[in-house]
């Protein structure tokens, strides 16, 4: 069973120590302390971090797709050819880099500085783990 103290919770949900223990004190997840850390368990941190998603999804009123990976960001640039471009999102810490037709771009009215989402469906994800 994998822990994680506040500390750690906070920074994978990016967010701060003291709001990472309002919401333990809150009850939306639960902690226990070992020694006199508060700790949490990786299966309560992961639920957790799947009901903020879900809420943000529904905040945001977000359209159904069955792409399941959503990054909302902002656009940091545009790189328009002929026929092809390269648009750039910063969703939070992740970049995200998209290639796409010129005339998408143009139909989305992409630029910088424009809110967008990026959406990844793909059938080869590699994972790393810490």
């Given at each position: ?8 919770a ?35 941190l ?35 050819g002929e026929?092809?471009?390269?648009v ?6 992740h ?36």
């Amino acid at each position: 069973m994998q822990l994680y103290t506040i500390g750690e919770a906070a920074q994978l949900l990016r967010v701060s120590p003291d709001t990472a223990r309002r919401w333990a004190d809150a009850g939306r997840f639960p902690t226990r302390r070992d020694g006199t850390r508060r700790m949490v368990e990786g299966v309560h941190l992961a639920a957790f971090c799947a009901e903020l998603a879900r809420e943000a999804a529904e905040d945001a009123g977000e359209a159904s797709t069955s792409a399941r990976n959503a990054l909302p960001g902002i656009v940091t640039a545009v790189t328009l050819g002929e026929v092809a471009a390269q648009v750039e999102i910063q969703a939070g810490p992740h970049r995200v880099v998209s290639l796409l037709t010129r005339e998408a771009v143009e139909e989305l009215g992409l630029a910088v500085g424009v809110r967008a989402v990026a959406r990844v469906k793909s059938t080869s994800v590699h994972i790393d783990v810490d």
